[in-house]
């Protein structure tokens, strides 16, 4: 299947000038800003602080040109999340989420009564250009809507709409920040400092910056649509749209309070950053829940916008605040998924100008190994969630019902673990030119065509032939756009769209088909002492024969992971299968388990009874078939008669 990764851009930093030989202005300027724009002016959002003799850092900024003997720490003021002037604030259904930082711990983040946030006084910044050019899984279209084109998981993404995005709102009257590390030091400190020392405070400098304005997000979340929302909303839709954003803002919100304490105590040049970003690395997982719930969650809003009248109202108005910068909710619930990718590349970024013999080094290296770590869960777990509901969409579209055996397709697959989707498209029968449209999964094919009675049953399609499993076939290519498909005894030649679509067709079912293949190989080779056939002869069901004619029974078989069914037979209570069915045998001192169910149509099916047997006396056999060995039903309810299951053994040792 396609990886639908989040994709990582490179920082911007530019090193182009690293072999320039000037040290002038531009060594410094380069520093990665891309993330947060930069404004001179004082964000209003926040109180000036006093820096030595009433400077305001306004002051500062202006005289980074001037000589300056020393720059005294930065006082760190306190600004609520819910702000007081929010006309939202009295509405709330329930007490705004309040954290204290002092009371914070790593690893172990708890809501409090009250919220004050520890933050420095740093301009409101645009982030620039979304750091997340395209996330394939968060698109909304619908793959169905044009059948003649062949889909690799969900529709092609719209680059336009994210790139475009900045990350985060600047405020009216604020232009452009040149704030920088380098702009806020004394220059006559920065010439005693080497290029490669400046460049590492350039990079730490720019970790503490964004993460300041990514928490301006996260904040400005809760305060304009997070809180008033809970008027509109009820507890479990607020859950689907935000999801755990608030265990995202107490971790974050630990982490810049350690920055910028650790900033304020080196007086803005930082020794050592890797132990605070290591320190909080574990608490990083809550973003594995956020991102995995984000394409039900964008799903949700946009379904939710169209039916509910006042939502989108509210949507629209919110918008407009000033502190959205006109970009909707949409934009911002995407804030944590672009955060977590800037980690992995931030930290690399001041590793790139740390010494190896530097006392961070060490903690840096690990801090990275985490991230990056948390970044591929996170990406896992956003994949399983796409795969899940493209599953879940199929089942809705495809008419599973007549099949002789029940096929879920959420279900584990046989032999290659989870079922993941992997190509859908339309076909076409090569001679006859009938209309198919495929299904690939990474176990098994579906073919299907419209038909009037699986519409009328609200299906889109029907079955064409039964489900395909790839360890069973053969691809073979024809000319032009057709190919054919081999499966024991059947051949089945198709047209695909387009010659590159034949090509995508084929290349895939040759990958899933040697996939599954050489799993089945390492199985047998893993641990595998022979084969088991198991005959399931025939049974007594333990049901009234007043009931007969509503009896519909199958046996299902289980040998440690492996699990099997017979066909299903109808209106008998001695029903008589006489069906086999094969397992691989890793140790005779497993057990054979046998149960036997009612199968229902419409509801989960009715357990009757179960049987078990040991394997080990079957080493005794030399590889022949036992007698008919007839077992008696366990765990028969109450009040029903007597039942019982025969079958034959035939142990084959490697």
Same mark, same amino acid.
């Given at each position: ?14 090193e182009?000038?690293?072999s ?46 001037k ?13 609520n ?17 309040k ?51 062949t ?40 010439k ?8 590492r405070q ?29 008027n ?31 900033q ?6 930082v ?14 997982v ?40 006109s ?22 970024? @001041? +590793?790139?100008? *740390? $010494?190896?013999?530097?006392?961070? #080094? &060490?903690?840096?290296? %690990?801090a ?5 770590? @948390? +970044?591929?869960? *996170? $990406?896992?777990?956003a994949?399983? #969630? &796409?795969?899940?509901? %493209? ?50 999964f990474?176990?098994l ?28 076939i ?17 051949v ?10 034949k ?6 079912l ?15 080779k ?93 080493e ?15 765990e ?9 299951i ?9």
């Open positions: 299947m396609t990886a639908y990764n989040i994709v990582l851009n490179k920082t911007s930093t530019d182009s000038n690293e320039d030989g000037s040290e002038d202005k531009t060594d410094e300027d380069n520093s990665s800003q891309d993330e947060s724009s930069k404004d001179g002016s004082i964000s209003k959002y926040h109180n000036i602080t006093e820096i030595d003799n009433n400077t305001t850092q306004e002051n500062l900024i202006e005289s980074s040109s000589k300056i003997t020393k720059i005294l720490p930065i006082d760190i003021p306190k600004v999340i819910q702000g007081v002037n929010s006309p939202t604030t009295s509405s709330f259904k329930r007490p705004t989420l954290v204290n930082i002092n009371t914070l711990t790593p690893g172990k983040l708890t809501r409090k009564p009250s919220l004050e946030v520890a933050r420095s006084p740093s301009p409101t910044r645009l982030f620039g250009a979304s750091p997340i050019m395209s996330i394939p899984w968060m698109q909304l279209g619908d793959p169905h809507k044009d059948h003649d084109n889909h690799l998981g969900v529709s092609p993404p719209n680059h336009s709409q994210i790139a475009s995005r900045p990350e985060s709102p600047v405020s009216p009257g604020q232009g452009p920040s040149v704030v920088s590390w380098t702009s806020i030091m004394d220059p006559e400190t920065i005693g400092i080497t290029k490669e020392d400046r460049k350039e990079a730490i400098f720019e970790l503490i910056s964004t993460e300041q304005s990514y928490l301006r997000d996260l904040q400005m979340i809760i305060e304009v649509f997070y809180g008033p929302l809970q509109i909303l009820i507890e479990d839709e607020l859950k689907i749209i935000f999801s755990n954003i608030e265990d995202i803002l107490l971790c974050n919100t630990a982490i810049l309070s350690d920055l910028e304490q650790r304020k105590d080196d007086k803005l040049f020794k050592n950053v890797g132990d605070i970003l290591l320190k909080h690395s574990d608490d990083l809550c973003y594995e829940i956020y991102c995995g719930k984000q394409l039900n969650a964008s799903k949700f809003l946009q379904n939710k916008r169209n039916v509910n009248k006042t939502f989108s109202e509210f949507l629209k108005k919110a918008q407009q605040d000033p502190q959205c910068g970009l909707d909710l949409s934009s911002f619930l995407l804030k944590p998924m672009q955060r977590i990718t800037r980690y992995p590349l931030l930290i690399r970024q @001041i +590793l790139h100008y *740390t $010494n190896k013999n530097d006392s961070d #080094q &060490e903690d840096l290296m %690990k990275l190994h985490k991230a990056e770590t @948390i +970044l591929e869960s *996170t $990406n896992e777990a994949r399983e #969630q &796409e795969n899940k509901l %493209k599953l879940t969409e199929i089942s809705k579209l495809v008419d599973l019902e007549d099949l002789e055996e029940k096929l879920d397709l959420t279900s584990t697959t046989r032999s290659v673990g989870k079922r993941q989707f992997i190509l859908e498209g339309a076909l076409k029968k090569a001679k006859s030119g009938r209309n198919l449209y495929g299904y690939l990474n176990d094919l579906l073919l299907t065509q419209h038909n009037k009675k699986s519409v009328a049953k609200g299906y889109q399609y029907a079955l064409y032939k039964p489900p395909i499993l790839l360890n069973e053969v691809v073979k290519r024809g000319q032009d756009e057709t190919f054919q498909i081999l499966h024991i005894g059947d089945i030649n198709l047209k695909a769209i387009s010659i590159s679509a090509q995508q067709w084929v290349n895939q040759e990958t899933a088909n040697g996939y599954c293949l050489e799993v089945e190989n390492q199985k047998r893993k641990g595998t002492i022979g084969t088991l056939k198991v005959t399931v002869y025939e049974a007594v069901i333990p049901i009234d024969a007043n009931e007969k004619n509503s009896v519909n029974t199958y046996c299902q078989v289980q040998l440690n992971r492996q699990i099997f069914k017979t066909k299903n037979v109808k209106a008998d209570i001695f029903p008589h299968w006489n069906q086999y069915l094969m397992f691989s045998v890793t140790t005779l001192e497993d057990t054979l388990k046998l149960s036997v169910y009612q199968y229902d149509k419409y509801s989960e099916d009715e357990y009757l009874g179960k049987a078990e047997i040991k394997l080990h006396f079957l005794h056999y030399a590889g022949n078939e036992t007698d008919k060995i007839k077992l008696q039903l366990q028969v309810e109450p009040g029903r008669p007597f039942g019982s025969s079958v034959y053994l035939n142990y084959k040792p490697f």
